[in-house]
């Protein structure tokens, strides 16, 4: 078996977990791991080889992209306070004691060899919390500051990270410098990720093809952080930037096919690329076992002490800083996210899994520094796999049962009011265009009569407790009725369309034609 086989049998493998840990109430990336594990296991899969300086901007634009798109600038400016206090502030504590403890148990370790193994182990990672937090039902407010935790981190350690690889490859550092080199990639990386927004934003307005506009979504993140890189900026941060800019400009209500065209693509990019990333965590750490010689047995205490390191410092930070927080929310947003309970600072806490970010960083660790081999590297990326790998694991599997110990759950009452609110919304946006249309007089009273039911219905469908006890009968009617109608139109068009895939393969049939009314006939089954 060579590299690219091993590769689209990753693939392969990221898809089939997907329905796979649905069915077994297993998140899809602890799955993957594991089968990593297990290919690696195997005597005919080969080693995997990456080369170093490869694995960010391959892996991160795409997954960060796709996770910022689900969430909104608003979210972020109202949670930033606790963002800071209860995320970006822990990772400065988790490198610092990380670093200290990494240097007491690995003999010869620099400090900034041991600060770069403090950085990149300090982020959650927001793929990993998203797709193991998010089926479980949790409240919304925690999982928005899963997510926003877990991609501010990861821009602040990552620049935590480059400044420590900097100075264990010159063998020289200051703090004024380090501090320095910190504000000018964040300025750098807003001002990169901003102009490939813009940029992006423009095109998109000029390209009139969904899937055209698809393809350059793609493209843009990899832009945006091969940008900032160039200029000594975090790529993370400008991917971060460039997101949150389009999802705030590009937003066109009547784009549908682009919406669910994009929304499908990302969801296939997630899924593929992540699956890859937690496949490839299992293989490496198998290697990296085999290569570790004689050192085996202190590299598993190494890893098993700093795992235990991490999972202290974060809930030691957690349980006073959300405390804290809760005492000072009248200081905050009013829309700003905080653990109501100790039991959600408990899920919390455990719902720090480290993921794909960490792997990155880790492999990234250079060969070489100016004076020779980087010190103790295979013991810095095996440490990293077992944290990775340990929290994976243990809290990807255990954490639904932690959830349902402690009871926590959304608040469904408060997402049903915010449904019933959205609901009146679109109702009456839709009442008072219908009004000003009327009043041009362009439509005749049989078809206003038609419209005019379609919006007192509308709302109702969408949160039937609006309507009274007769009108919601009418609208359970109308609703049986309209289903009827669908699964007939629906039945129509299925049959027309095997009509059409039928004539592909006649003789004089030209495919593009035929691939054209295809195309026409999937809009109209749209509607």
């Not at 800019?245 to 784009?255: C, I, N, R």
């Not at 205490?301 to 927080?325: D, E, H, K």
């Amino acid at each position: 078996m060579d590299q690219f086989v091993l590769l689209l049998f990753l693939l392969l493998g990221a898809v089939l977990t997907v329905p796979l840990g649905d069915r077994l109430g297993l998140p899809s990336p602890v799955l993957m791991t594991l089968i990593g594990i297990v290919l690696a296991l195997l005597p005919f899969v080969p080693n995997v080889r990456i080369e170093p300086e490869l694995i960010l901007p391959l892996v991160l634009p795409p997954l960060l992209y796709a996770a910022v798109k689900r969430t909104s600038w608003r979210q972020f400016a109202a949670n930033w306070q606790p963002i800071v206090l209860l995320a970006v502030a822990l990772v400065f504590v988790t490198t610092a004691v990380v670093a200290a403890a990494a240097q007491a148990l690995v003999p010869g370790l620099p400090v900034a060899a041991a600060v770069a193994l403090g950085a990149l182990i300090a982020p959650p990672d927001p793929v990993a919390a998203t797709a193991v937090a998010g089926p479980l039902g949790l409240p919304r407010r925690l999982v928005s500051i899963l997510e926003g935790e877990g991609l501010f981190n990861d821009v602040t350690a990552i620049v935590l990270y480059h400044v420590a690889i900097a100075a264990a490859v010159t063998g020289a550092f200051s703090w004024p410098e380090g501090l320095g080199r910190l504000v000018l990639s964040a300025v750098v990386a807003v001002a990169a990720g901003l102009a490939i927004g813009w940029a992006g934003g423009r095109l998109m307005g000029l390209l009139g093809d969904a899937n055209t506009r698809t393809g350059l979504s793609l493209i843009l993140p990899f832009a945006s952080y091969a940008l900032a890189e160039e200029f000594a900026g975090s790529g993370v941060l400008a991917v971060l930037t460039t997101a949150l800019y389009l999802s705030e400009v590009d937003a066109d209500a009547d784009d549908v096919l682009g919406r669910l065209a994009g929304s499908s693509f990302w969801d296939v990019v997630d899924t593929l690329v992540t699956g890859v990333a937690f496949g490839l965590i299992g293989l490496e750490l198998h290697n990296l076992f085999g290569e570790a010689g004689g050192d085996r047995g202190d590299l598993l205490v190494w890893g098993a002490a700093i795992t235990g390191v991490v999972l202290a410092v974060r809930l030691a930070w957690l349980m006073p800083a959300a405390w804290a927080a809760r005492r000072a929310r009248r200081a905050m947003d009013a829309d700003a996210d905080l653990p109501a309970t100790w039991r959600e600072t408990i899920v919390m806490w455990w719902a720090g899994m480290r993921g794909v970010a960490s792997i990155a960083l880790a492999l990234a660790i250079p060969l070489r520094t100016d004076d020779g081999p980087f010190p103790a590297r295979d013991a810095i990326v095996f440490i990293a796999f077992s944290v990775v790998l340990a929290t994976l694991v243990l809290q990807g599997l255990t954490l639904p049962w932690l959830v349902r110990r402690l009871g926590v759950r959304a608040d469904t009452a408060a997402e049903r009011a915010l449904e019933r609110d959205l609901a009146l919304r679109a109702a009456g946006a839709a009442r008072d265009r219908l009004r000003e249309i009327a009043g041009e007089g362009v439509l005749p009273d049989e078809m206003l009569d038609v419209l005019n039911r379609q919006v007192q219905a509308l709302g109702a469908r969408a949160s039937p407790e609006l309507a009274d006890e007769e009108r919601r009968r009418a609208v359970e009617q109308r609703s049986e009725q309209i289903r009827t109608f669908r699964r007939v139109q629906s039945e129509m068009m299925s049959a027309a369309r095997r009509a059409v895939l039928s004539a592909r393969n006649e003789p004089g049939v030209d495919p593009e034609v035929v691939d054209r009314l295809l195309y026409q006939l999937d809009v109209r089954s749209l509607h």
